[in-house]
Nanobody
């Protein structure tokens, strides 16, 4: 059974940093795409960042425009973990952040419907 467990959320001030982690279990994740989404109150769940393997030791990443240059996604396949380093946080980054992965595709998608497994989410609140 696939499980994704997020951690690292919290309450911070604008300009601060947070590092989210997603611990995955139940299968091998090295060949599938993994991503972070977020959902603010009253809004749709939106793509934040995704990562997939591009060669034996390198990874390809994609980012949503609002977080480019501030957020960095990374993964440790040996530990089945994905991280999201968030710097220069803004109040508009406030949301529940979700880790997600696809069942058998290595393609990063910005569409939440393409992801088969989800974590329970972790709250990130950025005060101004």
């Amino acid at each position: 059974q696939v499980q994704l467990v997020e951690s690292g959320g919290g309450l911070v001030q604008a300009g601060d940093s947070l590092r989210l982690s997603c611990a995955a279990s139940g299968r091998t994740f090295s060949s599938v795409a993994m991503a972070w989404f977020r959902q603010a109150p009253g809004k749709e769940r939106e793509f934040v960042a995704g990562i997939r393997r591009s060669s034996e030791r390198t990874y390809y990443t994609e980012y949503a425009e609002p977080v480019k240059g501030r957020f960095t996604i990374s993964r440790d396949n040996a530990k089945n973990t994905v991280h999201l380093q968030m710097n220069s946080l803004k109040p508009e980054d406030t949301a529940v952040y979700y880790c997600a992965t696809r069942r058998d595709s290595g393609v990063i998608s910005g569409n939440k419907l393409d992801y088969n497994y989800w974590g329970q989410g972790t709250q990130v609140t950025v005060s101004s």
